[in-house]
């Protein structure tokens, strides 16, 4: 009698409980993820799809994360601390090196070290975003005073007249958002891949010519 009641006060327990995770199971582990997925893709598709950046139809990458670019026929972005990978999206994160650090201080004075050999002539301050990095390590964007701090070894680089270059940087500035959130930026990404195209132009160009 004692077995009995034990197994029918177990059921009475267990039963309801199997009910309720099966229920919160489909709803939190089946029903809402495809709801919020199907939402986002259709109010917000490129958002959803990581803001990838595509050009002739291929993926040029995100324009949520930086790129490295060592060329100096292209602008630069922000230096990146994300470990032996730069701009790596699964380990965001700062050098967390303080502003007295010593291995901070060598950094930033190599970096400058490189950036004027570049650009001898350039005697204006580097800006101190083109030799520090982030606090994600993943920063896509750069001021446009660093991106015209840029400009002459660009078009030097690259064979643009230091005009189109500056034209280039101004058609790429992104207001602040909603008009007053943050400070102007350029993504980098972006500006180079216009850049290339541009290059690309003027050399078809001036082939069709020769």
């Known amino acids: 009698m004692k077995e009995t009641t034990?197994?029918?006060?177990a059921k009475?327990?267990?039963l309801p409980c199997a009910k309720?995770?099966?229920?919160?199971?489909?709803?939190?582990?089946?029903?809402?993820?495809?709801?919020?997925?199907?939402l986002a893709q259709a109010l917000l598709p490129n958002q959803a799809n990581g803001s990838l950046i595509v050009e002739n139809g291929h993926a040029r990458g995100s324009a949520l994360i930086g790129q490295p670019f060592s060329d100096p026929a292209h602008f630069w972005g922000r230096p990146?601390?994300?470990g032996g990978v730069p701009y790596n999206g699964?380990?965001?994160?700062?050098?967390?090196?303080?502003?007295?650090?010593?291995?901070l201080q060598a950094d930033v004075a190599g970096r400058v070290a490189a950036l004027k050999a570049l650009d001898p002539a350039n005697t204006a301050p580097v800006p101190v975003e083109l030799v520090t990095a982030?606090?994600?390590?993943?920063?896509?964007?750069?001021?446009?005073?660093?991106?015209r701090w840029q400009a002459s070894r660009v078009a030097r680089a690259s064979g643009l007249p230091p005009a189109e270059v500056e034209a280039l940087i101004a058609a790429h500035v992104e207001g602040r958002a909603l008009g007053f959130l943050g400070e102007p930026v350029v993504n980098v990404l972006r500006l180079n891949l216009a850049l290339d195209a541009r290059v690309k132009a003027l050399r078809a160009a001036r082939a069709d010519a020769a």
């Open 12 to 14: 009475a327990i267990l």
């Open 134 to 147: 982030s606090a994600s390590g993943l920063d896509p964007h750069i001021s446009p005073e660093a991106a």
């Open 20 to 38: 309720v995770f099966g229920a919160l199971a489909l709803v939190t582990g089946l029903a809402y993820p495809l709801a919020v997925t199907g």
């Open 6 to 9: 034990m197994k029918q006060t």
């Open 80 to 82: 990146s601390a994300t």
């Open 90 to 103: 699964q380990g965001s994160g700062g050098s967390n090196l303080g502003p007295l650090n010593p291995a």
